[in-house]
């Protein structure tokens, strides 16, 4: 008895599967941008702003500190994500399109 249809079927799942993985993988990597990019738009809007346009017209009389607690922490945490908004922009310009 011969098995010429499964091995068939089996040649087929290995060239179809790299493609079915690559269009997974491109609805994640979209994904995950999209949330990325939402978390980041948040991070950026809860920093507490420390100087704006005032001071360029003279109406900065701050006093600079350092970031400390959860200001500190928001701070990281923004830079972590731009980093990774920023790999995902990159691994999806060269590797998925």
Known sequence: MTFSWLAGILEMIKVLLPV???KIMEKIVSILQIIISIMLIVAVLMQ?????AGVVFGGGNQV????RGVEKTLSYITVILAVIFFALGIYSALFLN
């Open 20 to 22: 079915f993985l690559l």
């Open 48 to 52: 507490q702003r420390g100087s704006g």
């Open 64 to 67: 600079f500190r350092a970031k």
